[in-house]
């Protein structure tokens, strides 16, 4: 059964730097891309950063510069760093697994930016 589990989320304060975290339970090599989708309130869910299995890496131009997206093959962990967070970063932030054609998805951590 494919899982991935969240963590890092919370209320954090303009200009911070949070990292959340995506374990996966299966080996990250098995899914043909992951990446990090957020919801804002009221909206919705869109594409943040992605990587593809051949390795590139995508970001939505809103937060290029800011988020890296990372990954650690022996943890089966997804990682994104967000630097410089404003307001409008303020979102329920889904992992996503594609695999065999197939999304998963995580229950989602609530990143609250206060100004």
């Known amino acids: 059964q494919v899982q991935l589990v969240e963590s890092g989320g919370g209320l954090v304060q303009a200009g911070g730097s949070p990292t959340l975290s995506c374990a996966a339970s299966l080996s990250l090599g098995s899914f043909a891309a992951m990446g990090w989708y957020r919801q804002p309130p009221g909206k919705q869910r869109d594409l943040v950063a992605s990587?593809?299995?051949?390795?590139?890496?995508n970001y939505a131009d809103s937060v290029k510069g800011r988020f890296t997206i990372s990954r650690d093959n022996a943890k089966n962990t997804v990682y994104l760093q967000m630097n410089s967070l404003k307001p409008d970063d303020t979102a329920v932030y889904y992992c996503?697994?594609?695999?065999?054609?197939?999304?998963?998805w995580g229950q989602g951590t609530q990143v609250t930016v206060s100004s």
């Open positions: 996503n697994g594609l695999r065999y054609g197939f999304n998963y």
């Open positions: 990587f593809t299995s051949g390795g590139s890496r």
